[in-house]
């Protein structure tokens, strides 16, 4: 596929930066659409980095992003954003969860939307779905199928401890692409079957079984899963292989 890929408005920092919660939207926006754009790239598809980083104000941001993005016959235009309005400061044991947005209901990008949802809520976020809004600039005056991602809320203490931006990444780019990158396969697993020291009287080795739900190459997915499993009432931990 050919795809546009930004993150939301300006860096932090800056004039016109995006919301601030337990986390920052323009900072946690721009850590994602990285991830995003260097998984997409590992799969072979096209991809071009239409963050603006520092315009003058809010609609030159629009502005800019927009004629970047229309530089391009792209598949897809992919906008990455955290929301606020959960004011879950303590942690209700819920999390508020992840949207999207596309135009409207005929919008060409409404099933990658959709895919996007159910991916990023395998993650444990509950799924708000997507929704349609000719408010966007980026859905509005974008001329490729133009979707707006919502991964999670920065004022919901129960999404930003659930939130890792590798795992999101790989949601977001699996509800696109149908794809995940594939993690390298553990050549010696079979030696951290048996403990250092662990030789019994005889000789023999101690053998030990481990129950495996996955191996990863990239930390965050490994924490994901650890909290799926945590979530699920399993007594769960990391190990190095
Ligand atoms: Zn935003």
């Known amino acids: 596929m050919r795809i546009n890929v930004h993150a939301g408005h300006n860096a932090d920092g800056k004039l016109a930066c995006g919301t601030i919660g337990f986390i920052r939207e323009s900072t946690e926006a721009r ?17 071009y980095d239409c963050t603006v980083d520092d315009a003058p104000g809010e609609r030159s941001n629009l502005d800019q992003i927009v004629a970047k993005c229309n530089a391009h016959d792209v598949d897809l ?64 005056t974008t001329k490729s199928p133009a979707m707006l991602v919502e991964c999670c809320f920065v004022d919901d203490k129960d999404d930003v401890q659930l939130y890792d931006c590798q795992a999101m990444a790989e949601a977001i780019v699996y509800g696109i692409t149908g794809q995940r990158v594939v993690m390298e396969a553990e050549p010696d697993a079979d030696k951290e079957l048996v403990a250092p020291g662990e030789e019994t009287a005889d000789g023999d080795m101690r053998q030990l079984y481990r129950v495996q739900v996955g191996a990863y190459a990239v930390k965050g997915n490994a924490d994901a899963t650890l909290a799926k499993l945590k979530a699920a009432g399993f007594d769960a931990i990391i190990v190095k292989a």
């Open 31 to 47: 850590r994602v659409k990285d991830a995003v754009v260097g998984q997409l790239r590992k799969l072979g598809h096209t991809v």
């Open 77 to 140: 235009d992919v906008s990455i954003h955290f929301n606020s309005g959960a004011r879950d400061s303590v942690g209700d044991g819920k999390t508020t969860g992840t949207e999207t947005y596309v135009y409207n209901s005929s919008s060409k990008a409404r099933s990658y939307a959709e895919k996007v949802c159910q991916s990023i809520a395998t993650l444990g976020f509950r799924n708000r779905g997507v929704k349609y809004s000719t408010g966007f600039r980026v859905l509005r």
